[in-house]
């Protein structure tokens, strides 16, 4: 059995837009998956568990508004993250 989070699909796939990346500059995974979590827990979770919920959900999230609520929480979560990143110092790699 699986159940699967909806929103949290969308956000990861939305995660990887210009939008995103141009104010997350660092992509390490401590800041990635903070932005990831700082956004879901504003946002409602879709769990389904069979293929065909996954499609009726994933319709829902066609809706412009819905897809607008997590790039809207996407992008502020990052822009606190960038301000403020959790990484250590040594972990940001400095390769640009
Ligand atoms: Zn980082």
């Known amino acids: 059995m699986t159940v699967f989070n909806y ?9 990887k837009r210009d939008e995103i990346n141009s104010i997350l500059t660092c992509k390490c995974e401590q800041c990635v ?19 065909s919920g996954r499609v009726f959900v994933k319709a829902n999230y066609m809706q412009p508004q819905l897809q607008s609520d997590v790039l809207k929480e996407l992008t502020s979560a990052a822009m606190v993250v960038a301000s403020h990143p959790h990484h250590s110092r040594g972990e940001q790699g400095g390769s640009v």
């Open 7 to 15: 929103t949290e699909q969308l956000a990861k796939e939305m995660l």
């Open 33 to 51: 998956d903070d932005v990831l979590a700082m956004a879901l827990n504003k946002l409602p979770a879709r769990y389904v568990s069979t293929e």
